[in-house]
């Protein structure tokens, strides 16, 4: 069976209730028409010209990102620049741009609950609930089976998120225990992490003044960059999404996408050094 995008949205729905999404968002329908056929599904985190030409290549009928193509209203939309030329290259190919963002950071089985599992917390809990649904919400806190050395811990992060540089505000002295985790920017959660005993706030996009608060309240935060701490969740969730493909009885592909790149380069800062793009081990620069 063949779906159309609507039947492909109402699944999706079912996932990650797109009224999860905050009010600031624009989770849901980008570009494409209802009565489209999803031929197959190419997951990125953002919705760039490669990611849409890799749906394309692929045959696929659907490009679902986790970040929005649009997210604020457009006064004009030039078919030569972004995110124009995306809507113009979707339309003529009928590949349909579809987002699932913070209504996916907030729903159970989403990118927050996925960052807890692979991290193999226990007892997870939401970390700021939502008003509209019980057992959701943003970001999520937990336990590890039993204490970790930090630098143990800290290896973890960048092996799992394929970070090899990772910003560490108050690197813990103490066996790591209790963790809080915030795919994308998590700076403004520090507060109702260490209300819920966090030793360890585990995001990205940590900024100068997030550092300064987190130092004087005795948090560790760990920055492994925004980019690093969604996609290795939307690879989970693209496998997750083909198994739930097939309990439709949909025969239709799903393609990760494999090509992405952070878009910030992480450069060494000594003369002469390129960007660092070697695979993670268990240095970790900052400490």
Same mark, same amino acid.
């Given at each position: 069976m063949?779906?159309?995008?609507?039947?492909?949205?109402?699944?999706? @729905?079912?996932?990650?209730?797109?009224?999860l999404a905050?009010? +600031?968002?624009?989770?849901?329908?980008?570009?494409?028409s209802?009565?489209?056929?999803?031929?197959?599904?190419?997951?990125?985190?953002?919705?760039?010209?490669?990611?849409?030409?890799?749906?394309v290549e692929s045959?696929?009928?659907v490009?679902?990102?986790h970040?929005p193509?649009?997210?604020?209203?457009l006064? &004009?939309?030039?078919?030569?620049i972004?995110?124009?030329?995306?809507?113009?290259e979707?339309?003529?190919?009928?590949?349909a741009?579809v987002a699932?963002?913070?209504?996916?950071d907030?729903?159970?089985?989403g990118?927050?609950?996925?960052?807890a599992?692979?991290?193999?917390?226990?007892?997870?809990?939401?970390?700021?609930?939502?008003?509209?649904?019980?057992?959701?919400?943003?970001g999520r806190?937990g336990n590890?089976?039993?204490?970790v050395?930090?630098s143990e811990?800290l290896?973890?992060?960048?092996?799992?998120?394929g970070a090899?540089?990772l910003?560490?505000v108050?690197?813990?002295?103490?066996?790591?225990?209790?963790v809080?985790?915030?795919?994308?920017?998590?700076?403004?959660?520090?507060?109702?992490?260490?209300e819920k005993r966090a030793?360890?706030?585990?995001?990205? @996009?940590?900024?100068?003044?997030?550092a300064?608060?987190?130092?004087a309240?005795?948090?560790?935060?760990?920055?492994?960059?925004h980019?690093?701490t969604?996609?290795?969740?939307?690879?989970v969730?693209?496998r997750?999404?083909?198994?739930a493909f097939?309990r439709?009885? +949909?025969?239709i592909p799903?393609?990760?996408? &494999?090509?992405?790149?952070?878009?910030?380069?992480r +450069?060494?800062?000594?003369?002469?050094d390129?960007?660092?793009m070697r695979?993670?081990?268990?240095?970790v @620069? @900052?400490l």
């Amino acid at each position: 069976m063949r779906p159309t995008l609507k039947d492909l949205l109402h699944l999706l @729905d079912r996932m990650a209730p797109f009224r999860l999404a905050e009010t +600031w968002d624009n989770s849901g329908l980008q570009v494409g028409s209802a009565s489209w056929e999803a031929r197959g599904v190419h997951v990125a985190l953002d919705p760039g010209i490669r990611a849409l030409k890799g749906a394309v290549e692929s045959g696929c009928g659907v490009l679902l990102t986790h970040h929005p193509l649009l997210f604020r209203p457009l006064a &004009r939309v030039e078919t030569d620049i972004y995110p124009g030329e995306v809507v113009k290259e979707a339309v003529r190919h009928e590949v349909a741009v579809v987002a699932m963002h913070t209504n996916l950071d907030a729903a159970p089985g989403g990118i927050n609950d996925i960052l807890a599992e692979l991290l193999g917390l226990t007892d997870v809990e939401v970390l700021e609930e939502s008003e509209s649904a019980a057992g959701a919400g943003i970001g999520r806190v937990g336990n590890l089976p039993a204490p970790v050395p930090a630098s143990e811990f800290l290896g973890r992060i960048g092996e799992i998120m394929g970070a090899r540089h990772l910003g560490v505000v108050n690197p813990p002295r103490d066996p790591v225990r209790r963790v809080a985790v915030v795919g994308g920017s998590g700076g403004g959660l520090l507060r109702v992490s260490a209300e819920k005993r966090a030793q360890v706030l585990v995001t990205g @996009d940590i900024g100068h003044h997030h550092a300064l608060e987190a130092g004087a309240s005795g948090l560790c935060v760990v920055d492994a960059g925004h980019y690093r701490t969604e996609r290795c969740a939307m690879e989970v969730f693209s496998r997750r999404l083909g198994d739930a493909f097939l309990r439709e009885g +949909w025969h239709i592909p799903v393609h990760f996408d &494999r090509d992405e790149k952070d878009p910030i380069e992480r +450069w060494s800062g000594r003369k002469g050094d390129g960007p660092s793009m070697r695979p993670p081990d268990s240095e970790v @620069d @900052d400490l």
